[in-house]
């Protein structure tokens, strides 16, 4: 019996251990400064990784390739992509605090949109309006995204909140979470797009057909990529294999597909729950594009 009881002291010594260290790693204000903020560019997968990541060691990696892979230019010292989100941060403090305290305008409405599409193509801004209960008003206009927001302030108090929610805010911020190259709006429309699913003992990629960027060498069309796949199992990094694939086809038989498809071969070796982390970079135009897929295996 007391031999027991000293069993279940140790366990709940033990819980309380573990319990109190997940507490510290939550409460670091290093991470959680960097969660808070870069949140709003992270997809939902990269979300669901980061809150079930067990160290503060599993945390420095997810942040270190984070930004390794938004960096649109890998070749320079410098991240232009961490670089940029940076200066959104430091103008929404500037611009967009509001009622908040230093170093929070971030968080203001129209801070979170600034961080997710950065500024509008066109700002209006007035507080000469012909309705009582509006005391200020601004409207941005996205041109790349095709959408208007209207911001009101409704008590005069400087706080401006998000007046319309069209149909677009959702699917833009979702495009521009898989966005490289957050300060060129070029690169985003020269981006290209793929499907990708795991089947059989391959990764299966999937390219619409428009998209693809052929060179002609000799009697063939040919188009190279470079593929980075970061496989995570239960929610921790545990590969990051990286593929290069050539399409290549007789210029008298070019495919006529709306979708061209090719698959790499990656065996699993263990049971429960993936994340597959995909970036292509298409070799002759250096443009790059990314893809998430969760599975159960």
Not at 45 to 66: G, M, N, S, W
Not at 151 to 163: A, Q, R, T, V
Not at 190 to 208: C, H, L, M, T
Not at 247 to 273: H, N, V
Request: glycine share 4%; proline share 5%.
């Amino acid at each position: 019996m007391k031999r027991s009881l000293l069993t279940i002291l140790a366990v709940l010594v033990l819980m309380n251990a573990c319990a109190a260290r997940s507490t510290r790693i939550e409460r670091d204000p290093y991470f959680e400064s960097f969660y808070e903020k870069a949140r709003l560019i992270m997809t939902k997968e990269e979300i669901q990784i980061y809150k079930h990541l067990p160290d503060t060691q599993a945390k420095d990696e997810f942040i270190d390739e984070f930004w390794k892979k938004r960096d649109p230019f890998p070749e320079t010292p410098e991240n232009e992509n961490k670089i940029e989100f940076e200066r959104r941060i430091a103008y929404a403090n500037r611009w967009f605090r509001e009622n908040r305290s230093m170093g929070r305008g971030w968080e203001t409405p129209r801070g979170r949109i600034l961080i997710q599409l950065g500024e509008p193509d066109n700002r209006l801004l007035s507080d000469m309006i012909n309705n009582p209960s509006i005391k200020g008003y601004e409207r941005w206009i996205y041109y790349y995204y095709q959408m208007e927001l209207i911001f009101i302030d409704s008590d005069g108090f400087g706080e401006y909140k998000l007046k319309n929610w069209p149909p677009e805010l959702l699917t833009s911020i979702d495009m521009a979470k898989f966005t490289l190259n957050l300060a060129d709006r070029e690169a985003m429309k020269n981006a290209f797009s793929f499907e990708v699913k795991y089947r059989d003992g391959q990764i299966v990629i999937a390219i619409p057909l428009k998209k693809i960027r052929f060179r002609e060498v000799e009697n063939t069309i040919q188009a190279d990529y470079k593929i980075s796949v970061y496989v995570y199992h239960e929610f921790r990094k545990i590969d990051s294999p990286i593929f290069t694939k050539q399409l290549s086809y007789p210029k008298d038989q070019i495919p006529t597909e709306k979708m061209l498809e090719f698959s790499l071969p990656y065996r699993l070796s263990k049971k429960g729950e993936y994340y597959f982390d995909v970036l292509m970079k298409d070799v002759l135009t250096a443009a790059r594009s990314r893809n998430f897929i969760s599975f159960k295996y």
